[in-house]
């Protein structure tokens, strides 16, 4: 790369990561001024789509928003409207949907370790050459995906899209009998998720710190997943790094704020001002002390240090061992409400329409999603706003990018070398597992030098 004018550097395709995207750099005196990841796929309209909508529709027409992660968008759109129509969905009914919701983590985390990130530590361009030289490995993580889209279609009716989930609860709950055979294959799913976090553990992870705030659901006494208050770690990485304060839900728009950037058609999320990071490291920084203890055992032994204890893991690179430890925590939990299960009375309690408006905010296996709805006296919407996590990160991927590109700038100002600069801009973008249909499946590299 010469030192003098500019140069595009076309990335054809940025494999193992869903949709459209390009990359903008602007170097400098040997400074990396500004990354700006482009989203460029065209705006889907969702929310327009709901205004007008009865009040029952949303769960559905949301599921449609990711193919990965529909069970977030229905449980999060539930009890969005739920709340706005003054219902609580409670005892065995709230169990099978944090079952539902257990089944998609497991799938969608397991999908992005062992097929999309697992690749990038082992120097394979792809999961297909990874399974001619691990094919144990792959193998294991297809079993562990099977596992979950076991409980999505027992549950759900289908393994995408689910079709049994209607406000309230479900169109039919299982029987006990039913589920006896989930149980055999969760147990046996539990032991391959161990031997996971095992295997993720030994990677060569690059040093790196994101040092922003972090954002996750907390829920005392359990890792928070399908309910939650939402709460921030602090920016910074000394003692007082590790505080946390909550604000309720209702608040959110006061904290969270997005704007529009040329760049983007994506809006980019502020919190309280400043860039900021959701998905599994906030998600273990702030409730990994309630982690199921199997999966407990498993963080302690994959190095991640002791969460009663405050640790803090902040390298993005090491998210892979994060969530590997959730699918952990996520086969135990689904174990658990499986063996104690009993049917509810009925499968869903009535949800009458009213005048007011509700929001909710679930975890994603991304991160944290957000929805609010109003609602007139007949039950159609205003008014919609979601708040999906790939929006709420797409700032700090930029600054991760910006700084992971400046530790690889040599002294004359410019980058290692152009298959580096690819590599590492690849493997940065994958270590947030961005979905921007919902990051980046073809990336244009575009490198300015002034």
């Known amino acids: 790369m010469s030192h003098r004018g500019s140069r595009v550097l076309r990335l054809d395709a940025l494999a193992r990561v869903e949709g459209e995207a390009a990359l903008h750099l602007v170097l400098h005196d040997g400074t ?11 705006p889907r309209f969702f929310e327009a789509f709901l205004i007008g909508r009865g009040h029952r529709e949303p769960p559905d027409i949301t599921a449609r928003i990711c193919g990965i992660c529909p069970v977030a968008y229905q449980m999060t759109s539930c009890q969005a409207i739920e709340r706005a129509c003054g219902v609580t969905v409670g005892g065995p009914l709230a169990e099978l949907r944090r079952l539902l919701y257990f089944g998609e983590w497991i799938e969608s985390q397991s999908l992005h370790i062992h097929l999309l990130h697992a690749p990038d530590f082992l120097g394979h361009p792809s999961a297909v050459e990874l399974a001619r030289d691990q094919r144990a490995a792959v193998e294991r993580g297809l079993r562990i995906k099977q596992a979950g889209n076991a409980i999505m279609e027992q549950l759900g009716g289908r393994a995408i899209h689910p079709i049994n989930v209607r406000l309230g609860g479900f169109y039919r709950v299982p029987a006990p ?23 993720v553990a030994g990677f060569d992870f690059p040093e790196s710190v994101y040092d ?14 399908d309910s939650g208050t939402p709460a921030v770690m602090a920016a910074g990485t000394g003692p007082d790094a590790t505080s946390v ?10 904290h969270v704020v997005e704007r529009q950037v040329p760049h983007s058609t994506a809006l980019v999320s ?3 001002g400043r860039h900021y990071l959701t998905g599994s490291l906030a998600r273990y920084a702030v409730s990994g002390r309630w982690l199921h203890p199997s999966a407990l055992d498993a963080a302690r032994s994959a190095g991640l240090g002791e969460p009663s204890a405050g640790a803090v893991c902040r390298n993005p690179f090491r998210s892979i061992v994060v969530r590997a430890v959730e699918v952990v925590h996520a086969l135990a939990e689904a174990l658990r409400i499986v063996e104690a299960y009993e049917p509810p009375d009925r499968p869903h309690i009535e949800v009458p329409p009213r005048r007011a408006t509700g929001c909710a905010a679930t975890e994603a296996p991304r991160g944290l999603l957000y ?11 205003t008014s919609a706003r979601i708040v999906p996590p790939t929006a709420q990160n797409q700032a700090a991927i930029e600054d991760d990018l910006r700084r992971q590109l400046q530790s690889r700038l040599d002294v004359s100002g410019e980058p290692a070398g152009q298959e580096e600069l690819t590599d ?3 493997r940065a973008v994958r270590n947030h597992d961005p979905c921007i249909s919902c990051s980046a499946h073809f990336l244009d590299l575009t490198v300015e030098r002034g």
Not at 371 to 381: E, F, P, S, W
């Open 32 to 42: 990396v001024e500004e990354a700006r990841l482009r989203i460029y796929e065209p």
């Open 177 to 199: 009998e039913e589920l006896v055979p989930l149980g055999e294959r969760l147990r046996r799913a539990h032991d391959d998720a161990l031997e996971t976090v095992r295997w």
């Open 212 to 225: 922003g705030p972090l954002l996750a659901l907390q829920d005392p006494g359990r890792y928070a997943i």
């Open 245 to 254: 304060r909550t604000f309720p839900a209702e608040e959110f728009d006061q």
């Open 270 to 272: 502020e919190l309280d």
């Open 371 to 381: 929805h609010r709805y109003a609602l007139d006296a007949d039950g159609n919407l």
């Open 424 to 426: 590492l801009c690849e």
